[in-house]
């Protein structure tokens, strides 16, 4: 595997040093990608941080939901966006430009979700998302009921909260980090031929 530039400001570990699991993640991801992710790279330093991330971040955006990919990955790039994370939103940009199908609407979103051409529930999505994105968040209960009238059950709701503070939290952590995207994200899904 090729070395491209450090991952993290805080340094990552030789491919040699890796533990088998997140060397197995690697190869996986070389194979399937033609890359490793730099978050990977980043969070490798501390293997059961890498390990606690990663899972929850695929409970949230692979696991059981009735919210599509899509809908979760434009959630992560709203609230990234947001947050003004380079790495998130270049990522889950790609991500979903492809998943979402629909390479414009995924940059509106990543530009200012507030004007983008969102469907009715899309919109309500990310305005939630939002919402849970706000310094000093606490839910009430008429944005519960809103929310509910508006068609979504109460394990919808807590995975739009879920999905936007975990980015929020990954947002504050790339900043840390000085995470910066992987080059080959930013040409993912533009095309049809991607």
Not at 20 to 39: C, M
Not at 159 to 188: C, K, Q, T, V, W
Request: aromatic fraction near 10%.
């Amino acid at each position: 595997m090729e070395r491209p530039s450090p991952a993290s400001r805080f340094g990552e570990p030789s491919l040699d040093a890796l533990p088998d699991d997140i060397r197995d993640i690697y190869e996986t991801n070389q194979t399937k990608l033609g890359f490793v992710p730099n978050v990977f790279r980043a969070y490798a330093r501390r293997p059961e941080h890498f390990r606690a991330f990663m899972h929850y971040h695929d409970v949230l955006m692979r696991g059981p939901s009735n919210l599509s990919r899509a809908e979760r990955e434009a959630i992560v790039v709203a609230v990234s966006s947001e947050n003004r994370c380079q790495y998130c939103m270049t990522a889950h940009g790609a991500a979903l430009r492809i998943l979402g199908k629909d390479p414009l609407l995924a940059e509106q979103i990543a530009n200012n979700w507030r004007t983008a051409d969102l469907t009715p529930r899309l919109r309500a999505i990310l305005t939630f998302a939002s919402r849970v994105n706000e310094p000093g968040f606490a839910a009430s209960d008429d944005e519960i009921g809103a929310l509910r009238a508006a068609g979504f059950s109460d394990d919808d709701i807590w995975d739009i909260a879920a999905i936007a503070a975990f980015f929020g939290f990954s947002n504050r952590m790339a900043g840390l980090m000085d995470m910066r995207p992987n080059a080959e994200f930013y040409a993912m899904g533009r095309d049809a031929t991607r």
